[in-house]
């Protein structure tokens, strides 16, 4: 398939489902929509929904003050002190929240049933590559995500980096972005793969072969702009292409040692119980994926305080891909046998972050993970805490963003709905703000 015709074929599919998401608030919001002051307002503004999650928990009655891009005052309207330039922004039968945050994304991809990994890795120019991650990251901030974790740029080398500064410069819009980098992954192990032994084929991440090779590669990451490392404890070079660990737990500590001593931290990939072993006793922040964790292995990251990051989104996702019909078609093994890891991290009181994978499927559509978290039995304000001040926390930003107390900063969204009863609501966006900058208002 020709890449031009399916850019512009996903174009006109996510303007259709963008619209139609959102014919069912426009009534509700119209009146309200006029009095919504433009990106470069300077004005303070008064946000009046129907109720407030703060990222912890639901408030109802209170109204929420933005000054200087922060949030000033939250509490009852008659508590708060609001300035004579004020414009009241009033939302009826709306939810206001903490900007959402994605822990897991790959803005430099898209979704695979487009164009194959292997051919974006092999195929697509890294202009292009950039090129479309500039539109991915506004969509991504359209869909009030405000912050992105995004972990490995899969062959596009720092462009993730070159992402974090336009966004910062004010170029192009998008979500904060904290970036991995290239992903540190085992010599030999990762891919493309599956071509002659004789050709050579660029590997889509930065390759080490012992401690040595790993620590060098921590040091240059840092050195050209990582946020966090990024390091695959385990992937497919097992037999017949099964997950199998990769690193030792001494490399696996190497890395944690170097990382750590410049103040970031390690994410592990890692799908299998002992590559999951191995990363949680090496010190590693989150885990990514845990597909095949055990109790065992939960209660070992419990006690040791990781994090597991699902991306159950992921998954899901790919099973589509393969001819998975949900609701329709028999459930896959595998996909049965992630919520069943889901549910085993769950019971062993593992912290949960939300982060999805996206790129997987398509970017601005990162609302999936949460609905999956719920269907695989979180609540919805589970989920939503999961998605902001647990991630915020993960981030080491709690006190700047994924809560909506004075002080932090005003990335906030306003979705039609209740979230804490329908999760799906937050796909229903009518407000997003920027630092106090109002950068999305739904159509009318
Ligand atoms: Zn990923």
Redesign the pocket.
């Known amino acids: 398939m020709s890449t031009p015709s399916v850019s512009l074929s996903v174009t006109a599919l996510l303007v259709a489902s963008v619209s139609l998401g959102l014919t069912s608030a426009k009534a509700v919001g119209a009146q309200a929509t006029s009095s919504v002051p433009n990106a470069a307002s300077p004005v303070p503004i008064l946000l009046v929904p129907d109720r407030v999650f703060d990222g912890t928990a639901q408030r109802e009655g209170v109204v929420v003050l933005v000054d200087s891009g922060r949030v000033t005052a939250i509490g009852p309207r008659a508590s708060v002190t609001v300035p004579g330039n004020t414009r009241v922004v009033a939302l009826p039968g709306t939810t206001l929240m903490p900007g959402l945050i994605d822990l ?1 994304s ?1 803005v430099l991809l898209h979704p695979y049933n487009e164009v194959a990994w292997d051919d974006q890795v092999l195929r697509e120019a890294w202009g292009e590559r950039v090129a479309r991650a500039t539109v991915h990251l506004s969509r991504t901030l359209d869909a009030g995500f405000t912050t992105l974790r995004d ?2 740029t899969e062959g596009a080398g720092s462009g993730d980096v070159g992402l974090r500064s336009a966004l910062e410069k004010g170029v192009i819009r998008g979500p904060r972005l904290i970036v991995a980098e290239q992903a540190i992954v085992m010599r030999g192990s990762y891919a493309p793969r599956g071509f002659a032994p004789e050709v050579r084929v660029p590997v889509a991440a930065e390759e080490a072969g012992n401690t040595s090779e790993l620590v060098a590669a921590v040091r240059g990451q840092i050195a050209r702009g990582a946020d966090v490392i990024k390091v695959y404890a385990d992937y497919r070079w097992g037999p017949n292409g099964s997950a199998a660990p990769a690193f030792t737990i001494e490399e696996l500590q190497a890395a944690v040692a170097i990382t750590n001593s410049s103040g970031r931290p390690v994410i592990a990939h890692a799908s299998t119980a002992e590559g999951m072993r191995r990363a949680t006793l090496a010190g590693v922040q989150t885990i ?1 994926h845990g597909d095949g964790g055990t109790a065992e292995v939960f209660a070992l990251m419990k006690e040791r305080g990781v994090v597991l990051v699902p ?1 159950v989104a992921a998954g899901h996702a790919i099973a589509q891909y393969g001819g998975w019909q949900p609701g329709v078609t028999a459930e896959p093994a595998r996909v049965r046998a992630k919520r069943a890891s889901l549910r085993a991290a769950l019971d062993a009181g593992v912290t949960i972050a939300n982060g999805s ?1 996206v790129g997987v499927f398509a970017h601005g559509d990162n609302a999936r993970e949460l609905e999956i978290l719920v269907e695989y039995g979180m609540t919805p304000l589970q989920a939503l805490t999961a998605a902001t001040s647990i991630a915020a926390r993960v981030l080491g930003l709690e006190r700047t963003i994924g809560t909506v107390t004075p002080g932090a900063a005003a990335d906030l969204v306003l979705v039609q709905g209740n979230p804490s009863t329908d999760i799906s609501a937050i796909r229903n966006v009518q407000l997003v703000l920027q630092r106090g900058a109002v950068v999305y208002t739904a159509p009318r």
Do not use: F, I, R, Y
């Open positions: 897991h790959h972990l490995g990514e991306t994978d």
